[in-house]
T-cell receptor, first 113, second 114 residues
Framework: GNSVTQMEGPVTLSEEAFLTINCTYTATGYPSLFWYVQYPGEGLQLLLKATKADDKGSNKGFEATYRKETTSFHLEKGSVQVSDSAVYFCALGLYNQGGKLIFGQGTELSVKP | DTAVSQTPKYLVTQMGNDKSIKCEQNLGHDTMYWYKQDSKKFLKIMFSYNNKELIINETVPNRFSPKSPDKAHLNLHINSLELGDSAVYFC?????????????FGPGTRLTVL
């Protein structure tokens, strides 16, 4: 079946540390891949996306590259800030699936000053 | 201007009651969705609608009935509420029903069933 697996949280980092949140997927066909972020008490916001293999999505200093050979879409940021504290969700979308997104379990990130 | 709005933000009710959650989007999108987020923050699709027509019903109990009076609205009615229905419900919208399209989420409705 189609699924997304993320690294377990919570992840606690100091400000300016390097961030990696691992995401791997299983999918039939060629999915689009997304990272969404959920700040406390809010809905999800798109952080970045990639729609085909080797594409790199980037936004607000975050990056992720669609790696078909390793079925991965790891999220990275070179220097995190306290304001990056949130829950991060990796998701995939498949053609002909009514637009639905299949989410990973989410990874909570806490950045300390 | 709120792109995707939901009402109410919080809903506390007794088991067995019937309740509705409303969703509106002002983005001019053709497709709308309902997702359920459980206590462990796991998100799962419930329904999707495209141009007021049901596209996905993800094995949701028939106590849940979505209604789309027009493209800008997708409401969720829940009959005979159960304890297990307690969750945060998110509405979302996208321009099209394709796999690469960005979905825009509402702020969520936290439903607590006592």
């Amino acid at each position: 079946g189609n699924s997304v697996t993320q690294m377990e949280g919570p992840v606690t980092l100091s400000e300016e540390a390097f961030l990696t949140i691992n995401c791997t997927y299983t999918a039939t066909g060629y999915p689009s891949l997304f990272w969404y972020v959920q700040y406390p008490g809010e809905g999800l916001q798109l952080l970045l996306k990639a729609t085909k293999a080797d594409d790199k999505g980037s936004n607000k200093g975050f990056e992720a590259t669609y790696r078909k050979e390793t079925t991965s879409f790891h999220l990275e940021k070179g220097s995190v800030q306290v304001s990056d504290s949130a829950v991060y969700f990796c998701a995939l979308g498949l053609y002909n699936q009514g637009g639905k997104l299949i989410f990973g379990q989410g990874t909570e990130l806490s950045v300390k000053p | 201007d709120t792109a995707v709005s939901q009402t109410p933000k919080y809903l506390v009710t007794q088991m067995g009651n019937d309740k509705s959650i409303k969703c509106e989007q002002n983005l001019g999108h053709d497709t709308m969705y309902w997702y359920k987020q459980d206590s462990k923050k796991f998100l799962k699709i419930m329904f999707s609608y495209n141009n007021k027509e049901l596209i996905i019903n993800e094995t949701v109990p028939n106590r849940f009935s979505p209604k789309s009076p027009d493209k800008a609205h997708l409401n969720l009615h829940i009959n005979s509420l159960e304890l297990g229905d307690s969750a945060v419900y998110f509405c979302a919208s996208s321009q099209e029903v394709i796999n690469g399209d960005t979905q825009y989420f509402g702020p969520g409705t936290r439903l607590t069933v006592l």
